[in-house]
């Protein structure tokens, strides 16, 4: 056995695969082998999820903040409701490591929306740096969503808010002497 896995492990891409073997499975048209597929993989999250329960009840909650940075650990820690953080938090901790300014505007927990609204930019006049009104949210912030706040289905980003006027720096012109031919 290896001393770790050697590949990142990384809760979007195995839930993505998780649910390409199903529809493979699916696609064969046996429901009877479809429902037992689909009975195993909530069987397995039953028995994994017992046992991380078991294990944060053991060492507590102190030891276990140490580890909430960790985007596998804090994805399971949601995936079965062991996350110590209230979804605010996770969804809060999410955005700042995904390093794009934007501002909530609300989470609606029974559609699983959040809201996002781009930041506006620093005072050049230049605008946002993150993701285009409309475009929708960066690939870093979906990413780091699944992972510390699985309960976000759809993130909605408004446009950033009209910046206040743009401050011009205006100074004299420098001097130069006159030239006398």
């Given amino acids: 056995m290896s001393a770790g896995p050697s590949?990142?492990?990384?809760?979007?891409?195995?839930?993505?695969?998780?649910?390409?073997?199903?529809?493979?499975?699916a696609a064969t048209g046996d429901r009877?082998?479809?429902?037992?597929?689909?009975?195993?993989v909530r069987v397995l999250m039953d028995f994994y999820g017992a046992?991380?329960?078991?294990?944060?009840?053991?060492?507590?909650?102190?030891?276990?903040?140490?580890?909430?940075d960790d985007?596998?650990?804090a994805s399971l820690l949601?995936?079965?409701?062991?996350?110590?953080?209230?979804?605010?938090?996770?969804?809060?901790?999410?955005?700042?490591?995904?390093?794009?300014?934007?501002?909530?505007?609300?989470?609606?927990?029974?559609?699983g929306t959040l809201r996002l609204r781009s930041a506006p930019g620093g005072g050049c006049g230049c605008g946002s740096t993150g993701a285009a009104a409309g475009a929708g949210p960066s690939r870093a912030v979906e990413d780091a969503l699944a992972c510390f706040a699985p309960e976000v289905n759809t993130v909605e980003l408004a446009p950033a808010e009209a910046a206040g006027p743009v401050l011009l720096q205006i100074d004299t012109r420098p001097q130069t002497p006159t030239r006398v031919l």
């Fill in 51 to 68: 046992g991380l329960a078991r294990i944060v009840a053991r060492i507590g909650e102190a030891p276990l903040s140490g580890l909430l």
């Fill in 78 to 111: 949601a995936l079965h409701d062991l996350h110590p953080e209230d979804v605010d938090a996770r969804i809060a901790r999410a955005l700042a490591g995904a390093g794009e300014p934007v501002e909530v505007l609300g989470f609606d927990e029974a559609t």
């Fill in 7 to 25: 590949v990142r492990a990384d809760a979007r891409q195995t839930g993505a695969r998780v649910e390409e073997v199903l529809d493979r499975i």
């Fill in 32 to 40: 009877e082998v479809c429902a037992a597929a689909e009975e195993l």
């Fill in 71 to 73: 985007e596998l650990v």
